[in-house]
């Protein structure tokens, strides 16, 4: 119940494309849904979330697409460029579950563009 | 200013050896995490302070002892580690009672146990 599955584990895209990470939750509790980039050696970067409330948020070229029915929700990026290659974990939780609305992470999808 | 800083980047110790993680943030958040980080994993949650009390204690051996001075600071004091604690060490912070909302993380202590 506790599980967010993401996939793919990998992800070659070239320059100019668009890239498409996919996940799903178990846990019906769950009312926030991050995602965060992460480069080599670095930290997990916040980069976008969604609450249930809408089916879609945009920023830039950064959009998730929530489906509450199905329990799933994407990351896509559009315009990929080599710079937006990275780790990128979703993420879910309960925005106001207190100590218990800890964050439950994907295992990840490596992005690589290629120019 | 959404900054999370953590000192130091990289940490060589011996098992033998007396260590501390030191993790700081001005964002006015009394919320803050320790996750342990191995390569190619997710962050694994570790403990999590709210208005600078231990309320999660992930299972977490004893050899790392978390403290937190006050609601801008939070450190990890480690002790007779093993090879395979080796990792990334993150702190994060967020607004309290939010849960997973909004939780910054800093860039990260690089940990070698020889």
């Known amino acids: 119940q506790q599980q967010v599955k993401q996939s793919p584990q990998s992800l070659i895209v070239q320059k100019g494309g668009i890239s498409i990470i996919n996940c799903a939750y178990e846990n019906t509790a769950f009312d926030y849904f991050p995602w965060y980039q992460q480069f080599p050696g670095k930290g997990p970067a916040l980069l976008i979330a969604i609450r249930p409330d809408v089916s879609e948020k945009k920023e830039g070229r950064f959009t998730i697409s929530f489906n509450k029915s199905a329990k799933q929700f994407s990351l896509h990026i559009m315009d990929s460029q080599p710079g937006d290659s990275a780790t990128y974990f979703c993420?879910?939780?309960?925005?106001?579950?207190?100590?218990?609305?800890?964050?439950?992470f994907g295992k990840g999808t490596k992005l690589s563009v290629k120019p | 200013d959404t900054e999370v800083t953590q000192t130091p980047k990289h940490l060589v110790m011996g098992m033998t050896n007396k260590k501390s993680l030191k993790c700081e943030q001005h964002?006015?958040?009394?919320?803050m995490y320790w996750y342990k980080q191995k390569a190619k994993k997710p962050p694994e949650l570790m403990f999590v302070y709210s208005y600078e009390k231990l309320s999660i204690n992930e299972s977490v051996p004893s050899r790392f002892s978390p403290e937190c001075p006050n609601s801008s600071l939070l450190n990890l004091h480690l002790h007779a580690l093993q090879p395979e604690d080796s990792a990334l060490y993150l702190c994060a912070s967020s607004l309290p009672g939010t849960g997973g909302m909004g939780q910054y993380f800093g860039p990260g202590t690089r940990l070698t146990v020889t």
């Open positions: 964002m006015g958040h009394r919320a």
């Open positions: 993420a879910a939780s309960r925005a106001y579950g207190g100590s218990q609305g800890n964050l439950i």
